[in-house]
């Protein structure tokens, strides 16, 4: 593979994972919002829940950064974001067509993301990664 | 196996894009209005031609046609859209739009290496990885 295109996979995979960093980071760093904002959801436990949503998003993002084990983490990543944002934004924002819109804008981004995770997961992140472009 | 699995993702990378040209191009007007709200010029020329982007774009990474250059464009303007759309941070939502729209970026960039797969039309041309 040229250096052109590990680099390119590198840079993808930094893309990819920064929303999933944020969001770990975020949840991690205020448990009991994250958990208000499951229980919401009619999701739960939704302490225990919030911790490990973090804990699996700030993982799963640094695994996709530093390419290990990239083909298994973008596949499970994949199969999150997809469950993730039917259960948060799908049907969401209620009589606000503006707040309808972004959820399910939202949805449809999820959802491409997914897509792009899913093509990463069969062809995997390319030698600038410590998988180091073993199949 | 393989490429009936990156068949799928193309789909997922493909959808979003083509409702949101079909939307734009059969509410030109609408969608003029929209886009001055963000100060962009150009009015429904303006609106036509991303829509345009956005429906052939996502139509030729839905069948694999020139599949490459395709995900380049439709890379280049899910970050341009990010840094016009959605910089108003203050707004949680908009930050995670700006984050949703630069991972959607990274999936084409993935695309754009490795090419659609034998389920397209770049490969039925004779497209493969090894003349890439």
């Given at each position: 593979m040229p250096l052109a295109s590990a680099s390119l996979l590198l840079i993808a995979r930094v893309l990819l994972a920064a929303m999933f960093l944020a969001s770990g980071y975020s949840a991690l760093s205020n448990i009991q919002a994250t958990a208000d904002?499951?229980?919401?959801?009619?999701?739960?436990?939704?302490?225990?829940l919030a911790w490990a949503v973090g804990l699996f998003e700030l993982a799963a993002g640094i695994l996709l950064v530093v390419g290990f084990q990239t083909r298994a983490v973008a596949a499970v990543l994949a199969l999150f974001s997809l469950a993730a944002t039917f259960l948060g934004h799908y049907g969401q924002g209620g009589d606000d067509p503006t707040a309808a819109f972004m959820h399910s804008q939202a949805l449809l981004k999820d959802i491409a993301v997914a897509g792009g995770l899913i093509a990463l997961a069969v062809h995997g992140a390319g030698r600038l990664a410590v998988d180091g472009g073993r199949e | 196996?393989?490429?009936?699995?990156?068949?799928?993702?193309?789909?997922?990378?493909a959808v979003i894009f083509i409702l949101a040209g079909f939307g734009k191009l059969t509410d030109i007007s609408g969608t003029a209005g929209y886009f001055a709200s963000y100060g962009l010029p150009g009015g429904a020329a303006t609106a036509a031609i991303a829509g345009l982007i956005e429906l052939l774009g996502g139509l030729a990474i839905l069948i694999?046609?020139?599949?490459?250059?395709?995900?380049?464009?439709?890379?280049?303007?899910?970050?341009?859209t990010a840094l016009i759309a959605h910089m108003g941070w203050s707004d949680m939502m908009q930050l995670i739009h700006f984050q949703k729209n630069l991972a959607i970026a990274g999936g084409f960039l993935v695309l754009a290496t490795y090419g659609p797969g034998a389920l397209s039309v770049d490969a039925r041309r004779g497209w493969t990885l090894a003349n890439a």
């Open positions: 904002y499951f229980g919401g959801l009619g999701l739960g436990p939704s302490v225990p | 196996m393989n490429s009936l699995i990156v068949l799928i993702g193309r789909i997922l990378l694999g046609f020139q599949t490459r250059i395709a995900a380049w464009v439709l890379a280049a303007f899910s970050v341009a």
